[in-house]
Nanobody
């Protein structure tokens, strides 16, 4: 059974940092792309970042580029999202999701309707 678990959220002051983790089981990073999404109150869920091991590809959307960095620890089957210089507008529930075989051979993009597996989200609140 494929399971994805996002963790690491919490309350942080503007300008602070958090590292989110996505622990995966039942799948291999060789055959799947791991993606991060977020959903702020009253807004649609949006793609944030993705990483593909086979394609040697990583992508981050412009709104967080330079502040967020995605990485993976394949030995631990975990993907991380390092979030620096957090802003109040980053407040959202953050989700990780996996895109299946085939996607890992090309450059990734976090497309909501292309995901095969979703994990439960972790809440990030940026406030003073």
């Amino acid at each position: 059974e494929v399971q994805l678990q996002a963790s690491g959220g919490g309350l942080v002051q503007p300008g602070g940092s958090l590292r989110l983790s996505c622990a995966a089981s039942g799948l291999t990073f060789d055959d799947h792309v791991i993606n991060w999404f977020r959903q702020a109150p009253g807004k649609e869920r949006e793609g944030v970042s993705c990483i593909s091991r086979r394609a040697d590809s990583a992508f981050t959307v412009n709104s967080v580029k330079g502040r967020f960095t995605i990485s993976s620890d394949n030995a631990k089957n975990t993907v991380y999202l390092q979030m620096n210089n957090l802003k109040p507008e980053d407040t959202a529930v953050y989700y990780c999701a996996a895109e299946g075989v085939g996607a890992s051979t090309r450059e990734c993009f976090p497309y909501y309707y292309g995901m095969d597996y979703w994990g439960k989200g972790t809440l990030v609140t940026v406030s003073s």
